[in-house]
T-cell receptor
Framework: GAVVSQHPSWVICKSGTSVKIECRSL??????MFWYRQFPKQSLMLMAT?????????EQGVEKDKFLINHASLTLSTLTVTSAHPEDSSFYIC?????????????FGPGTRLTVT | EDQVTQSPEALRLQEGESSSLNCSYT??????LFWYRQDPGKGPEFLFT???AGEEKEKERLKATLTKKESFLHITAPKPEDSATYLC????????????FGAGTTVTVRA
């Protein structure tokens, strides 16, 4: 149980283009999903909190117009990196919390490696 | 602001050599402390949640404990497959389910 998938697992795009990353909870419903980025040999940095049916909440320093988040259903959230630049190259990981579970842990997806050339 | 400090940064163990990882934290109103395991190029895998001081949880060769200021992850008789980065994270009651992560401890177990 508590499986989260991400698609794609890796993507290479050209500078100036946009790329969409999907995050799905496969066997549970998630009213809240989270998006993180992780640079090599560093820990996870929270980018934004995605709530089903409402606007995402972004962490300080994260450009909301650059990282568009949509949480259209209880099992799907998407992150779109708009006008990507090489400095956006990173490992993007989503997580989800089971809305019906009494505990508070988050379950993570396998991550998406984005390379902007 | 919530703070999580993990030590050591890296740990090299011989197979069977037990050891402990430390996670020191500062948080206003701890809802939970979480341990995750992360393999290279993959997302974190959930291990444990600890809610109150004195609580302990075990899973195979891993045991997590919690005090009011820190948590320990004990690895008993580790095997090479226990090699990974272990991440500690805290969640505050006031923080809308957000996790604040430490930098992690990278454990390497040699056969």
């Amino acid at each position: 149980g508590a499986v989260v998938s991400q698609h794609p697992s890796w993507v290479i795009c050209k500078s100036g283009t946009s790329v969409k990353i999907e995050c799905r909870s496969l066997d549970f419903q998630a009213t809240t999903m989270f998006w993180y980025r992780q640079f090599p040999k560093q820990s996870l940095m929270l980018m934004a909190t995605s709530n089903e049916g409402s606007k995402a909440t972004y962490e300080q320093g994260v450009e909301k117009d650059k990282f568009l988040i949509n949480h259209a259903s209880l099992t799907l959230s998407t992150l779109t990196v708009t006008s990507a630049h090489p400095e956006d190259s990173s490992f993007y990981i989503c997580s989800a919390r089971d809305r019906f579970q009494g505990s508070y842990e988050q379950y993570f997806g396998p991550g998406t490696r984005l390379t902007v050339t | 602001e919530d703070q999580v400090t993990q030590s050591p940064e890296a740990l090299r163990l011989q197979e069977g050599e037990s050891s402990s990882l430390n996670c020191s934290y500062t948080v206003s109103g701890l809802r939970g402390l979480f341990w995750y395991r992360q393999d290279p190029g993959k997302g974190p895998e959930f291990l444990f949640t600890l809610y109150s001081a004195g609580e302990e949880k075990e899973k195979e060769r891993l045991k997590a404990t919690l005090t009011k200021k820190e948590s320990f992850l004990h690895i008993t008789a580790p095997k090479p497959e226990d090699s990974a980065t272990y991440l500690c994270a805290v969640q505050a009651w006031s923080n809308d389910y957000k996790l604040s992560f430490g930098a992690g401890t990278t454990v390497t177990v040699r056969a």
